[in-house]
């Protein structure tokens, strides 16, 4: 009961928070409601006992990428963009969008829950989140760990490159 | 009368959040906004992987969230960098006046 209430009042953060995100006007506006919306999705994480994502998207979301959008929002200057026409002309593709996942929505509440079959899951062992993470991650996924590392390698020289001034 | 929660639940969500993103990117012409719009599109991709992880009781999909949450960061720190330069030759943050490249 519990977890329905925490539940829909989560959805309702990242759902609410998501569509004011793409509506507002002001992009320091869209950027506080996407904080609302980034922490309904840990809540999420937090009723599913993802305990470590949950610390992840909190710390490094909420803290970092959404601190990088508001520096970013105040050096450039936004006042004239807020002035001049907010939406473009492709509402049609958008339309089409909501026509698609609108209908799959409507099938799930039409047919319920029972509509949608996956294969039974085998019981594991439980252990700690974080201590399960850690072991996968650095025995199964090490490689690709690192990959990801030489890709942040790579973003941080390249968005350098992007931002500082030429000298001429 | 509420049904407990079950993983279509968050499939529902997640498919309800990317739909958001998608309008988003689709509509807005602020480069700044479709940026976030991207950041909601993967947080809906997250939801979805933690959501099987916790079904099927295999930690993989949320490595996998992690891997998303690494791209996430990156493609941020980029798409940033690139719109500040876009800023100081153009004066312009909005995606349909960059039209360089256009046929």
């Known amino acids: ?168 | 009368m509420f049904h407990p929660i079950t993983t279509v639940h968050y499939l529902m969500l997640s498919a309800a959040l990317l739909l958001i993103g998608t309008v988003g990117v689709l509509t807005r012409r602020n480069i700044v906004i479709i940026l976030m719009s991207i950041e909601l599109i993967l947080n809906a991709v997250n939801i979805n992987l933690v959501a099987f992880s916790k079904y099927y009781q295999n930690v993989v999909g949320q490595i996998f969230a992690i891997f998303v949450i690494t791209v996430a960061v990156a493609e941020a720190a980029v798409g940033l960098g690139i719109l500040i330069a876009l800023f100081r030759n153009k004066e312009t943050v909005q995606a349909d006046e960059v039209d360089l490249l256009r046929w």
Not at chain 1, 68 to 93: G, P, S, T
Not at chain 1, 112 to 136: L, Y
Request: glycine share 8%.
């Open chain 1, 1 to 168: 009961m519990l977890d329905t209430f925490f539940f829909y009042t989560f959805a309702l953060m990242v759902l609410g928070g998501g569509i004011l995100t793409i509506t507002r006007r002001s992009a320091v506006h869209s950027a506080i409601w996407l904080i609302v919306s980034l922490m309904g999705v840990a809540g999420l994480y937090l009723l599913q006992h993802a305990e470590f994502l949950f610390a992840v998207q909190i710390v490094l979301y909420i803290g970092g990428i959404m601190v990088l959008f508001l520096f970013v929002i105040m050096l450039v200057n936004l006042d004239e963009a807020m002035k001049q026409r907010q939406f473009n002309k492709q509402w049609w593709l958008a339309l089409a969008c909501i026509a698609g996942v609108g209908a799959e929505v409507f099938f799930f509440i039409h047919k319920g829950v029972d509509a949608f079959q996956f294969p039974r899951p085998a019981p594991v062992a439980a252990e700690g989140n974080t201590e399960m993470i850690a072991d996968v991650l650095f025995s199964q996924y090490l490689v690709p760990f690192e990959v990801a590392s030489i890709l942040l390698l790579a973003a941080i020289v390249g968005s350098v490159l992007m931002a500082k001034k030429r000298v001429s």
